[in-house]
Structure formats: C-alpha cells, structure tokens
C-alpha cells in the first residue's frame, strides 16, 4: 500500500500493490502543469482510492485527458484518460518510501532549456510503443 496528498491533505489517496517504473514527462503540458517537468507512474484505477473529491479541480488538458490538481492548495496530482483503466499520480504527491524509481523520459524535444536530462535513462520523443 502506498498513500499521499495534496500539501494541504485536503485530497488523500491510497493505492494498492506496489508502483510501477515511473516516467518523466517533458512536453509543454506537464511542464506547465507543475512548473518543471512531470515525474510519475501509472496505475490501475481499481487499485487507487481517494478520500476528498470534492476538492479536486478537474481541467481537461486535451480532448482525451484531464489533469487534477487540490483546489484549495494547488497542488498537482493527477493524470487522468477518463476512458482508460489507469491513471497516472505525480510522484511528488506520494508519502516516502515509493519503492520505485525514474526509468525513461518522453517528450524530450519538448523539454525546458533551463535543464539538461544528464542521469542516462532512455530519453523519447514521444511516448515508447511496449514490444
């Protein structure tokens, strides 16, 4: 089980089993979102729980996905396909420890210039097809 918050615990969620590889996201989006890139993993929705909905803000980055952040504090937390049976949660929003870690970054053609991506992970253009 691993759980987080928004700064201001008004939104608590909890998710189920262990996280998967996490991805850093780099497009204009995410980085406008949270104000640098976007680190997170994705996770099955039937496994995640979360206890004050009601302050969730809901905006539709796209046609196809909403991102979620705390009304109240701001804080960014999800990514969210409405028709997919996943969603993604920032890792900054997640208690310690997460047990999981960076394994590529997407969306590097996108990245800010104010930093390099120098830790040696896959780095994509867009998002990797699984083989």
Not at 15 to 38: D, I, N, Q
Not at 102 to 118: C, E, N, Q, R
Request: proline content about 5%.
């Amino acid at each position: 089980m691993h759980g987080g918050s928004c700064a201001c615990e008004a939104v608590v969620f909890k998710v189920t089993g262990g996280l998967p590889a996490a991805s850093a996201c780099h497009c204009s989006k995410c980085r406008k979102h949270t104000g640098h890139f976007e680190a997170g993993v994705d996770v099955a929705k039937s496994n995640v729980s979360i206890t004050g909905e009601g302050s969730i803000t809901w905006y539709y980055s796209s046609e196809k996905v909403r991102r979620g952040f705390c009304r109240i504090c701001g804080t960014p937390l999800f990514f969210d396909p409405p028709e997919a049976d996943w969603i993604g949660i920032n890792l900054g929003a997640f208690d310690k420890p997460t047990g999981t870690k960076l394994a590529l970054h997407i969306f590097v053609a996108d990245k800010g210039d104010y930093y390099d991506i120098a830790d040696g992970l896959p780095q994509y253009n867009t998002v990797p097809v699984a083989e």
